[in-house]
């Protein structure tokens, strides 16, 4: 399976999309400040998931998420993850 995730920064909001063949590792080592691109951002929580069985899928959704319509979708899809969180929407 491949995953593509959704992380939020609880120390500044701060959004990140990924892609990953093992989530629960991958969380782990953002939250170890291991990857370069969110190492300032921690700690961060799962904010979503999607599961796919193909990593040409996955990646394509990710590249999506990305994009502006995505960043839109994600917006309307999560609105009340992130009223929880004061986020957005």
Request: net charge positive; hydrophobic share 35%; aromatic share 16%.
């Amino acid at each position: 399976m491949w995953y593509v995730y959704i992380i939020q920064s609880a120390k500044d909001n701060y959004l990140y999309i990924g892609l990953t063949n093992n989530l629960r590792k991958r969380i782990k080592l953002h939250n170890q400040k291991k990857v370069y691109a969110t190492r300032l951002h921690t700690p961060f929580t799962l904010a979503y998931y999607e599961a796919h069985c193909s990593k040409n899928d996955a990646a394509a959704r990710e590249q999506f998420l990305k994009s502006g319509w995505g960043k839109n979708w994600i917006m309307k899809a999560l609105k009340n993850y992130f009223k929880s969180k004061k986020l957005g929407g």
